[in-house]
């Protein structure tokens, strides 16, 4: 007997992705619901070659649902995802309402899946932030061999990190200065089209921005504690992928061969890193792929034990929706959860 599974917020992007992804990987579920707001009642999504459409969030009975994946965003989140969880569905969401929760893991499957079996707390678990992700899958296996001591990392984070109505602010603006017509603002406080925003998110207190925050945050709560990281996020005008320029300081020894066979070797990196033109990964080339790319790995002479990388990664699949499944997979693989139907 197979699981039931619920998609909520089924028509954003990140929720059609979640679609296809558990088509893609074969998911054992015996039944899937797309779930959205009122609004979008009756709205048809592509589930493998089946057409579902949305039912509302806000009538749904979860008693019989085993996982539900949650997109819809942080408000969405903070109001449903414990009332789900009550219900006894495991809910996996994709904002940032639960992340720094204490009482829900925030979960990476290659780096951290054991800490998923304490979902049992709020029957909550949290996806990342789709920077964070691709980034830990990164450090975990060169941590693990030489311990990091300070991340300064740079980000070229894609429109569709920003939503479906960002990625269309970004054709309409490339279309408007082509055809010599007024470039419109509304998701962005700047043009993004030929340009770059130095702003993801709000601003803080300190100067940083929300978004460089969670990188900090995060990647602490995911991979260590003691790990000092500093972050600069910036909007760049591709659609989809995000890309990282990564500065890591170690304790211990480490050179960019060893780096090279480490991560050759660590599930969910893929090192492509030829010293000539063309060989490594762009944005373009992650886009609809599952695999963080690892390129340009050298090593840092102006500290000691120090390496510097090139990450790129789909910030709608690795940074969202795939890893929201892998969580899901893990809890099956690990046997943390059963079907409820079949449990009855």
């Known amino acids: 007997m197979g699981y039931k599974v619920a998609v909520v917020g089924a028509t954003g992007n990140v929720g059609r992705e979640m679609l ?3 088509d893609e990987r074969k998911f054992p579920a015996d039944e899937v619901v797309a779930l959205a707001s009122r609004r979008s009642v009756g709205v048809e999504v592509s589930y493998g070659d089946k057409t579902l459409k949305c039912k509302a969030l806000e009538h749904y009975d979860f008693s019989d649902v085993d996982i539900c994946l949650m997109s819809a965003g942080g408000e969405v989140s903070k109001e449903w995802s414990p009332k789900i969880g009550a219900q006894g569905a495991v809910v996996i969401d994709n904002s940032s309402a639960w992340r720094m929760d204490p009482d829900v893991p925030l979960i990476v499957p290659e780096v951290n899946a054991a800490a998923a079996a304490g979902f049992t707390k709020k029957n909550i678990i949290a996806n990342p932030n789709c920077s964070t992700a691709q980034l ?10 030489a311990k990091i001591k300070r991340v300064v990392v740079s980000t070229y984070q894609s429109v569709s990190g920003a939503g479906k109505d960002a990625m269309d602010e970004l054709f309409s603006q490339t279309k408007a ?17 030929f340009n770059l925003i130095p ?14 925050w969670k990188m900090m945050a995060e990647t602490k709560k995911i991979l260590d504690p003691k790990i ?20 890591i300081e170690f304790e211990n020894p480490i050179t960019a061969d060893e780096a090279r066979e480490i991560l050759r070797k660590a599930p969910g990196c893929l090192v492509i890193d030829k010293h000539e033109p063309g060989g490594y990964v762009t944005p373009y080339e992650a886009a609809g792929e599952d695999a963080t790319y690892i390129s340009r790995i050298r090593e ?9 990388l090139w ?9 969202a929706a795939l890893n929201a499944i892998q969580i899901a997979e893990a809890l099956i693989n690990r046997k943390l959860i ?7």
């Open 20 to 22: 296809a992804i558990l």
């Open 136 to 145: 830990v899958v990164a450090l975990k296996p060169l941590h693990d061999h």
């Open 177 to 193: 200065v082509y055809t010599n017509d007024e470039l419109v603002n509304k998701k962005f406080p700047k043009r993004i089209a």
């Open 199 to 212: 702003q993801i998110d709000v601003f803080m207190e300190d100067g940083f921005t929300k978004e460089e």
């Open 228 to 247: 000092k990281l500093t972050a600069t996020c910036v909007r760049v005008p591709v659609f989809v992928s995000h890309s990282e320029a990564v500065n």
């Open 300 to 308: 840092d002479a102006t500290v000691e034990n120090g390496l510097v």
């Open 311 to 319: 990450c790129v990664s789909d910030n709608l699949r690795k940074g």
């Open 338 to 344: 059963t079907a409820k139907k079949q449990a009855a």
